[in-house]
Each structure stands twice: as structure tokens, then as C-alpha cells.
């Protein structure tokens, strides 16, 4: 039994528990140029029974996008789901161009034009007919050249390919802008006991969207298996060399600064029994009644830890107090 209340996804109807499961990591690897991209090796079966363990749980929502893993992700995804369709919701993302055969990124497609390509590719990867959220994937786009992008998105919705879009951006002025939309009704970006994200949750409560949270878990940091003396392989993400935008870990190791933030507020996440994991997630939800999650995972057991937090519910009003005090 959760002890947090389910969400509703704007006006879209679509109602769902407080915690999705992002599907980035289980895309293995692919990079830009040399850079790493992925989350390291994967194991398909294990993804596998991952994802239908999460669905035995009662988590329905699950995110992708057609550039993890250049499509491995989606792939993955859609097989696990076979034959549990109508018990989940899906959601994916668009706006990057790749090289699948060489798993390698390539220039951004922010045309009208690429959005029913890339949807209609999405679809066939997923093996649905329909995407019940569909996100733009290009975080620093100008908010006027996104404008034609609406028209194409509300005449998905209209045709029933989507039922509802947003933009994934960690920028408040580009979100607002999509309100424009009339079936717009998320936005995902980054939150995490270690960034705030107080504009943006303003936003989404002006609006009545939901708030979809990637980075949940500090890229991994908050878990207790990340300490200073690891060293993360170089075909993950957080390894050698990081994108540029990696802030939780410096040439594969985690970042001091950003340890010893987690370090400070470690005993109140793990208050009431919680581990770290659950207690990063009990602050997400302490937050905000319009936050949705998605952790990352690999493995059963991560799925296992991440959907055990529902079991505790949001941290309380002094535990939240305590925090903002030992991290300000």
C-alpha cells in the first residue's frame, strides 16, 4: 500500500503512480564523438525481467527516449511490455538524430517534419500503435523555434498517435512557453534532494502539469554504492571523458563537492529505516504533490529498492526543514 498519492498528468486523464521507472540506462552504450553517453554494458534479459518485475509491482510508468542507446532502449522496452499495453504508460522523447549501427549522436532535428518520422519510428521500436507522452528532447532550443512544433503535436494528439507532449528542460521561461499547447501537460527536468528546482515547481503548479523528475537520484551519487575510491568504466556517461553538463562525477569518480553535500544529509534519508535511495525519493515527493520520479535501473534489485520507497511515503515537514538547514 503507497502512502503517496497517485498523480494526475494535467487535464490528459491519464492518473498514475507517484514513481516511473526511466529506461536511459538499460540502452547501453552509445556516445557523441568519444564521449560516452550510456550508463556502461547491460544485460537485455536482465532488463527484461526488470521491467516486468516494476509492472508486477504496480509501477506503470515508464520513460525512454529513441536516442538511448540509439533505439536499444525502445527495443527493449517494447518487448517487455508485450502483452501489458493497456496496464503501463509510456513515455519517450524526440529531437536528436543518430547513427544506430554506430551508436553515435548526431545534430538535433527540431523540424515539424522530423516529429511524425521520429514518432512513427518510436512506435515501431515500442511495437504500439499509440505513445501516451511524447517529450521534446532538446533542452536548450529557442523557445520560438519550437512554437511550429505545437501545431504538429496537437495534430497528434487529434489523430490519437500521442495523448499528451511537453519539453524536457531544466529552463522555466521554455517550459512556460509551451503552455501555448493545449494538450501540453508535463514538463521533465532535473530535481533532486541536491537540486532544487523551486521556479520550475512553481511553473508546474501554475499550470496544473505534472512534473516528471529525471536525476532523481543525483546520477547515482545519493546510492551508497558511490564512494570517493570508485572508478567508473569509460563507456559510461560519468566516466572518462564526461559531457560537459556532468556535475555529480569528475573523471569517473565521484565529484568531493557533490559527496560531501550527500554525506551531510545522509542519516535523515535513511530515517525510519529508509536506505538513501528512498529517502532521496521521499524528499522528491515531500517536494511537490505534482513530482513523478524515474530513477534509473539495471537490475530487479534496483527496481525492488526504487518501488520500496512508496512504502514509506514523503519525509515530513521537520526531516524536510532539517535538510534545507544542513545544505544551505
Given at each position: ?68 542507446g ?21 513515455a ?53 523555434e ?22 524536457s ?81 569528475q573523471?569517473?569518480?565521484?565529484s ?32 511537490s ?36 538547514r544542513?545544505?544551505?
Amino acid at each position: 500500500m503507497t502512502k503517496t498519492n497517485e498523480r494526475g498528468i494535467g487535464q490528459s486523464g491519464i492518473v498514475i503512480p507517484p514513481l516511473g521507472m526511466g529506461c536511459w540506462a538499460i540502452g547501453g552504450p552509445f556516445w557523441h564523438g568519444t564521449t560516452p553517453l550510456g550508463w556502461g554494458d547491460v544485460d537485455d534479459s536482465e532488463s527484461t525481467k526488470a521491467i516486468q518485475f516494476a509492472v508486477d509491482l504496480g509501477i506503470r510508468l515508464f520513460d525512454t527516449a529513441d536516442v538511448y542507446g540509439t533505439g536499444h532502449s525502445e527495443r527493449v522496452l517494447g518487448r517487455a511490455l508485450a502483452g501489458h499495453r493497456d496496464e503501463v504508460i509510456i513515455a519517450s522523447k524526440w529531437g536528436n538524430t543518430y547513427d544506430e549501427s554506430a551508436r553515435q549522436l548526431l545534430a538535433p532535428d527540431i523540424t515539424p517534419g522530423y516529429v511524425r518520422r521520429a514518432l512513427e519510428a518510436t512506435l515501431r521500436r515500442l511495437g504500439t500503435d499509440y505513445l501516451d507522452i511524447y517529450q521534446f528532447h532538446i533542452g536548450d532550443a529557442e523557445p520560438a523555434e519550437t512554437m511550429p512544433l505545437l501545431e504538429e503535436l496537437e495534430s497528434l494528439v487529434a489523430a490519437g498517435k500521442i495523448r499528451t507532449y511537453g519539453w524536457s528542460t531544466d529552463d522555466p521561461q521554455r517550459a512556460a512557453a509551451w503552455a501555448a499547447g493545449g494538450h501540453c501537460s508535463v514538463v521533465q527536468h532535473e530535481l533532486n534532494v541536491l537540486q532544487d528546482a523551486p521556479q520550475m515547481l512553481a511553473l508546474v503548479q501554475s499550470q496544473g502539469w505534472a512534473s516528471v523528475n529525471r536525476g532523481p537520484l543525483a546520477m547515482g551519487l545519493i546510492s551508497d554504492k558511490y564512494a570517493s575510491a570508485i572508478l567508473l568504466p569509460d563507456n559510461d556517461v560519468r566516466g572518462r571523458p564526461a559531457p560537459d553538463w556532468m556535475r555529480y562525477f569528475q573523471d569517473g569518480r565521484p565529484s568531493p563537492q557533490w559527496l560531501a553535500r550527500r554525506n551531510a544529509i545522509r542519516d535523515i534519508l535513511t530515517s525510519g529505516g529508509r536506505s538513501p535511495v528512498q529517502g532521496a525519493l521521499a524528499w522528491i515527493w515531500a517536494r511537490s504533490p505534482a513530482t513523478v520520479p524515474i530513477p534509473g535501473f539495471r537490475t530487479v534489485e534496483h527496481v525492488r529498492e526504487n518501488a520500496g520507497a512508496l512504502e514509506y511515503g514523503p519525509l515530513g515537514d521537520t526531516e524536510m526543514a532539517e535538510i534545507t538547514r544542513l545544505l544551505s
